[in-house]
């Protein structure tokens, strides 16, 4: 007992240094790196919520786009239709993309597999282009997500960027701060139960059922969260903010990380954002076309999906970890 | 114990890293970028690839070509112009992002030319051009909200406004077809809302009226919408949308005998004739199409400017044939050249706005109607002149040989026919003005 409030302490105390370090971070570096930080920020959300799914609930989604779609689309209609303030649009994205997960769970639930996730990719593929079908969801012309500039107390020389950085920033920290503390507790053990042997979870007086709605809930909730910041950094909500490229960037993301993990969430996001950099910088050391610029980053992320499942199947932080083990014994 | 003492070395180690980070990493400096002594360099974000960028992916190439031809005569007071162009597929998320990196990577003085207005709305917002004052010249739109100085307080735009082009449609309609009632098939958006607010302003709002989103009218649709059409008694059907639409709609008019049976009439934005013939719309489809512009037509060899530019196209964009977007792209280019010109020699973000607000409406430009560029104006071209399509795509002047250009705001005031005679075309196309 004493152990565990000692890493829940150890872990809260974490979390408030690096925030304090992305503070300190944020207010040396330039525009542009704040901006690439707000992605990282909003990136690693997305791959904690998957990780929670699929690495500890054992339910493999294809879909988390659609689920931050959801959250995208709340925040940007509370705050532009309704006029409420962005820190309540925020809100409504977690709580409304909850409640969607939790209708959405209800019907997966009784899935796995290959039909789980092709229900999910169903869902990545369908949900955000509803909005062309509804004329007050904006269409591809979409809806504006403005949260405003900084208050003027930070200062005139306090960018956009960096404000939209302190609050990808602020939001992701809290948000997989409580991710990782569920994971330690008691629904941590039992979702890797129900992923691990269901038939044995549920003799042991699980409900497999209800943990499953649950993770599902609670991960869409929080991928609401990271489309809502996602539609807050490219000022919009409309369908091709959710690609379905978007689902697999994060699944690669939660492969390069390891989804059996929180650990290396940050590593997996920074590695989404540098892709695109690195493409740019090989089309221009190559001379290649505009055409290669926009195809490149997608054969990367395929590449690297390739690479990580042959090589470091589990993540490189499970390979540390693994490594550790080993040196001990 | 030994807990409390790796708690306390997690907190000394995390310090030392956040006061390291502090101390290596230098402050952002502000100034503006994009400008040394010896080059400019300039952003545009619009598609090349996507639907809208079969349409209009000639636009960057034009651009580049004609600066291209300007850094061989010189460049600009010295300085060699760049233009880096980054494509948004004609998606507003996408512009937003693309115009953001434009801004903070590739560090650009200023954009040009960027195209559509869904996309380029959310992009200003995106990449903070205001906060940066980032001088957004000539964009590609006729949407009428982007004349807000409040809003937009860096913003030029190039095309009249569609409200304009609405009222000088229906002057039209009034003058020579009788002023017979209309449907009008346009784009959901504050394009196809701004062309309502024209037709509305000027008391003869369409009969019939439908709305479609962006990049949502495949040929089924076009053809249940003609189909629902021609069970009316309207027999004139105007299209305010893009060129891709309207080549939709036509062949779908084609697919059901409807050619000839509807009279149809297309927007600036719709109705080049090159890009219909290049979508696959017949020859016969198109001879006779009503459609508005003002520029001089594309393939009028006799045009000074149009003559200029077809020389710099075929040796600075080989292999691109030269038709509207091309001349638009040029006529642009040579826009910004002369702004950036009479900005002078001291270049600053803040000086070339003003100098386009002060200058801009005595800039020589290829079109047949006036600039309007100034303090309170941030819309170009003011008006337009109608035609008629031949089965060659050449637009012709709808009555008499020369064309009869319209002038209007687009507000309440009048249409009204204009005796403006544009500049001269300068010695080679190089402007030399100060």
Same mark, same amino acid.
């Given at each position: 007992?004493?152990?565990?409030?000692?890493?829940?302490?150890?872990?809260?105390?974490?979390?408030?240094?690096?925030?304090?370090?992305?503070?300190?971070?944020?207010?040396?570096?330039?525009?542009?790196?704040?901006?690439?930080?707000?992605?990282?920020?909003?990136?690693?959300?997305?791959?904690?919520?998957?990780?929670?799914?699929?690495?500890?609930?054992?339910?493999?989604?294809?879909?988390?786009?659609?689920?931050?779609?959801?959250?995208?689309?709340?925040?940007? /209609?509370?705050?532009?239709?309704?006029?409420?303030?962005?820190?309540?649009? /925020?809100?409504?994205?977690?709580?409304?993309?909850?409640?969607?997960? /939790?209708?959405?769970?209800?019907?997966?639930?009784?899935?796995?597999?290959?039909?789980?996730?092709?229900?999910?990719?169903?869902?990545?593929?369908?949900?955000?282009?509803?909005?062309?079908?509804?004329?007050?969801?904006?269409?591809?012309?979409?809806?504006?997500?403005?949260?405003?500039?900084?208050?003027?107390?930070?200062?005139?020389?306090?960018?956009?960027?960096?404000?939209?950085?302190?609050?990808?920033?602020?939001?992701?920290?809290?948000?997989?701060?409580?991710?990782?503390?569920?994971?330690?507790? =008691?629904?941590?053990?039992?979702?890797?139960?129900?992923?691990?042997?269901?038939?044995?979870?549920?003799?042991?007086?699980?409900?497999?059922?209800?943990?499953?709605?649950?993770?599902?809930?609670?991960?869409?909730?929080?991928?609401?969260?990271?489309?809502?910041?996602?539609?807050?950094?490219?000022?919009?909500?409309?369908?091709?903010?959710?690609?379905?490229?978007?689902?697999?960037?994060?699944?690669?993301?939660?492969?390069?990380?390891?989804?059996?993990?929180?650990?290396?969430?940050?590593?997996?996001?920074?590695? /989404?954002?540098?892709?695109?950099?690195?493409?740019?910088?090989?089309?221009?050391?190559?001379?290649?076309?505009?055409?290669?610029?926009?195809?490149?980053?997608?054969?990367?992320?395929?590449?690297?999906?390739?690479?990580?499942?042959?090589?470091?199947?589990?993540?490189?932080?499970?390979?540390?970890?693994?490594?550790?083990?080993?040196?001990?014994? | 114990?030994?807990?409390?003492?790796?708690?306390?070395?997690? *907190?000394?180690?995390?310090?030392?890293?956040?006061?390291?980070?502090?101390?290596?990493?230098?402050?952002?400096?502000?100034?503006?970028?994009?400008?040394?002594?010896?080059?400019?360099?300039?952003?545009?974000?619009?598609?090349?690839?996507?639907?809208?960028?079969?349409?209009?992916?000639?636009?960057?190439?034009?651009?580049?070509?004609?600066? +291209?031809?300007?850094?061989?005569?010189?460049? *600009?007071?010295?300085?060699?112009?760049?233009?880096?162009?980054?494509?948004?597929?004609?998606?507003?998320?996408?512009?937003?992002?693309?115009?953001?990196?434009?801004?903070? %990577?590739?560090?650009?003085?200023?954009?040009?030319?960027?195209?559509?207005?869904?996309?380029?709305? %959310?992009?200003?917002?995106?990449?903070?051009?205001?906060?940066?004052? *980032?001088?957004?010249?000539?964009?590609?739109?006729?949407?009428?909200?982007?004349?807000?100085?409040?809003?937009?307080?860096?913003?030029?735009?190039?095309?009249?406004?569609?409200?304009?082009?609405?009222?000088?449609?229906?002057?039209?309609?009034?003058?020579?077809?009788?002023?017979?009632?209309?449907?009008?098939?346009?784009?959901?958006?504050?394009?196809? =809302?701004?062309?309502?607010?024209?037709?509305?302003?000027?008391?003869?709002?369409?009969?019939?009226?439908?709305?479609?989103?962006?990049?949502?009218?495949?040929?089924?649709?076009? %053809?249940?919408?003609?189909?629902?059409?021609?069970?009316?008694?309207?027999?004139?059907?105007?299209?305010?949308?893009?060129?891709?639409?309207?080549?939709?709609?036509? %062949?779908?008019?084609?697919?059901?005998?409807?050619?000839?049976?509807?009279?149809?009439?297309?927007?600036?934005?719709?109705?080049?004739?090159?890009?219909?013939?290049?979508?696959?719309?017949?020859?016969?489809?198109?001879?006779?199409?009503?459609?508005?512009?003002?520029?001089?037509?594309?393939?009028?060899?006799? +045009?000074?400017?149009?003559?200029?530019?077809?020389?710099?196209?075929?040796?600075?964009?080989?292999?691109?044939?030269?038709?509207?977007?091309?001349?638009?792209?040029?006529?642009?280019?040579?826009?910004?050249?002369?702004?950036?010109?009479?900005?002078?020699?001291?270049?600053?973000?803040?000086?070339?706005?003003?100098?386009?607000?002060?200058?801009?409406?005595?800039?020589?430009?290829?079109?047949?109607?006036?600039?309007?560029?100034?303090?309170?104006?941030?819309?170009?071209?003011?008006?337009?002149?109608?035609?008629?399509?031949?089965?060659?795509?050449?637009?012709?002047?709808?009555?008499?040989?020369?064309?009869?250009?319209?002038?209007?705001?687009?507000?309440?005031?009048?249409?009204?026919?204009?005796?403006?005679?544009?500049?001269?075309?300068?010695?080679?196309?190089?402007?030399?003005?100060?």
């Amino acid at each position: 007992m004493q152990s565990r409030f000692d890493s829940a302490r150890k872990r809260f105390i974490a979390f408030v240094l690096l925030g304090w370090i992305l503070l300190l971070i944020s207010d040396r570096v330039g525009e542009l790196r704040n901006y690439q930080g707000a992605f990282v920020a909003m990136y690693s959300l997305a791959i904690a919520c998957l990780i929670l799914l699929t690495g500890y609930s054992g339910q493999l989604s294809l879909g988390q786009g659609a689920l931050m779609a959801v959250g995208g689309y709340s925040a940007a /209609l509370t705050a532009t239709k309704l006029s409420w303030h962005p820190v309540v649009a /925020l809100i409504m994205a977690v709580l409304v993309a909850g409640l969607f997960g /939790l209708i959405i769970g209800f019907a997966v639930a009784r899935l796995s597999g290959p039909y789980l996730s092709g229900t999910t990719l169903a869902l990545a593929i369908a949900l955000p282009s509803l909005a062309n079908t509804f004329p007050s969801l904006g269409a591809e012309e979409g809806i504006i997500f403005d949260v405003g500039k900084a208050p003027t107390r930070f200062g005139e020389a306090f960018s956009q960027y960096k404000w939209f950085f302190w609050i990808s920033a602020l939001a992701a920290l809290i948000s997989i701060w409580l991710i990782a503390n569920l994971l330690a507790s =008691k629904f941590g053990r039992n979702w890797k139960a129900i992923r691990d042997n269901q038939t044995a979870a549920a003799l042991s007086g699980l409900n497999p059922g209800r943990l499953k709605v649950t993770a599902f809930a609670i991960s869409s909730a929080f991928s609401g969260l990271a489309g809502a910041l996602l539609v807050m950094l490219i000022s919009a909500v409309s369908p091709s903010a959710f690609p379905l490229s978007l689902s697999f960037l994060i699944l690669t993301g939660a492969v390069v990380t390891g989804v059996y993990n929180l650990r290396g969430v940050v590593f997996g996001a920074l590695v /989404l954002v540098v892709i695109p950099e690195i493409a740019d910088a090989v089309v221009t050391s190559l001379g290649g076309s505009e055409r290669l610029t926009s195809t490149l980053p997608g054969f990367l992320v395929s590449l690297l999906l390739i690479l990580a499942v042959l090589f470091t199947p589990n993540g490189p932080g499970h390979l540390i970890h693994f490594r550790k083990k080993n040196t001990k014994k | 114990m030994i807990r409390t003492r790796n708690l306390k070395r997690l *907190v000394i180690a995390s310090m030392g890293v956040g006061s390291l980070v502090g101390a290596l990493v230098a402050p952002a400096q502000a100034a503006d970028p994009g400008v040394t002594a010896t080059t400019i360099k300039l952003g545009i974000s619009s598609p090349t690839t996507g639907s809208a960028g079969r349409v209009y992916g000639k636009l960057p190439g034009a651009m580049k070509a004609y600066f +291209d031809y300007i850094n061989a005569n010189g460049g *600009v007071n010295g300085r060699k112009i760049t233009l880096v162009h980054r494509d948004d597929k004609y998606l507003p998320t996408l512009a937003a992002t693309q115009t953001t990196n434009l801004i903070l %990577k590739d560090q650009v003085f200023a954009l040009v030319g960027a195209l559509g207005t869904a996309t380029h709305s %959310k992009a200003y917002t995106a990449a903070a051009l205001a906060a940066k004052n *980032v001088p957004d010249l000539f964009v590609n739109t006729g949407y009428s909200g982007f004349a807000n100085k409040t809003k937009y307080p860096t913003t030029f735009t190039i095309l009249p406004s569609y409200a304009m082009e609405a009222k000088v449609m229906a002057k039209y309609i009034k003058d020579n077809l009788a002023g017979q009632p209309f449907a009008l098939f346009a784009q959901a958006d504050e394009f196809g =809302k701004d062309g309502i607010a024209g037709f509305t302003a000027a008391k003869t709002p369409p009969a019939n009226t439908q709305l479609y989103p962006t990049s949502s009218v495949t040929s089924d649709v076009a %053809k249940t919408y003609l189909t629902a059409i021609s069970a009316t008694p309207l027999k004139l059907v105007i299209l305010f949308g893009t060129t891709d639409v309207t080549a939709t709609v036509l %062949k779908a008019a084609e697919d059901l005998n409807l050619v000839g049976k509807l009279t149809f009439m297309a927007g600036s934005v719709g109705g080049d004739a090159n890009t219909l013939l290049a979508l696959g719309v017949k020859p016969t489809t198109i001879d006779g199409l009503v459609a508005a512009s003002f520029f001089p037509d594309a393939k009028d060899t006799t +045009d000074a400017y149009v003559s200029q530019f077809m020389e710099i196209n075929t040796k600075y964009n080989p292999g691109v044939t030269f038709d509207n977007v091309v001349l638009q792209g040029m006529n642009s280019a040579m826009l910004t050249v002369q702004a950036l010109r009479a900005a002078g020699k001291d270049l600053t973000r803040a000086g070339l706005i003003s100098a386009i607000e002060s200058k801009g409406a005595t800039f020589a430009s290829a079109g047949l109607v006036p600039l309007n560029f100034s303090s309170t104006s941030r819309i170009g071209y003011n008006g337009y002149w109608f035609g008629k399509l031949n089965a060659k795509g050449e637009l012709k002047p709808a009555t008499g040989t020369t064309p009869v250009v319209y002038t209007t705001d687009s507000g309440a005031g009048d249409v009204v026919k204009s005796d403006y005679k544009r500049l001269p075309l300068p010695a080679k196309g190089i402007p030399t003005n100060s």
